[in-house]
């Protein structure tokens, strides 16, 4: 179960925090704007991700055995969630704050879906599925949040 908070969670910073930065980057706003807005994403999300997986857990825990349960278990998931969603959300975030927007995005973009292949490939090791076609999936979704973000940060530019 921790196995699956990990992925999920992991997998979910990457998507979202890269998408979001590269929709920012595409804006042409300053990089200051990119680094705040990223470390305000990964916070709140890191938060929001660690207080459903803890509500979840708690609830399922909770019809399986129809009486009150602890929330070690619970609180353990959420903290994970918490932990791996904040981590990893500096993957996409970091190339901001080293390199110049342009450079940042397209070394945050190659970070991500690197990243985003390797936890496919994982998740398919842990779980025993299709090794590539995990790997390819979390591509593909890694750049598809990458085009939209992009799209929309064009756009509204």
């Given at each position: ?57 708690y ?67 842990i ?31």
């Amino acid at each position: 179960m921790y196995a699956r908070n990990f992925i999920f969670g992991a997998e979910d910073s990457l998507v979202s925090t890269v998408g979001l930065l590269s929709g920012i980057a595409a804006a042409d706003v300053p990089r200051a704007t990119i680094a705040l807005t990223g470390i305000v994403l990964i916070f709140v999300e890191a938060f929001s991700m660690a207080a459903g997986s803890f509500l979840s857990e708690y609830s399922a825990e909770e019809y399986i055995k129809r009486t009150g349960v602890s929330v070690k278990y619970s609180l353990m998931a959420g903290a994970i969630m918490f932990f791996t969603y904040f981590i990893i959300g500096f993957i996409p975030l970091l190339p901001y704050m080293i390199f110049d927007t342009n450079t940042a995005m397209i070394v945050s973009i190659i970070l991500a879906l690197i990243s985003l292949c390797v936890l496919g490939l994982t998740s398919a090791k842990i779980f025993k599925t299709n090794l590539w076609r995990s790997g390819l999936r979390m591509f593909l979704i890694g750049g598809l949040a990458v085009g939209v973000g992009v799209m929309v940060g064009r756009l509204v530019k």
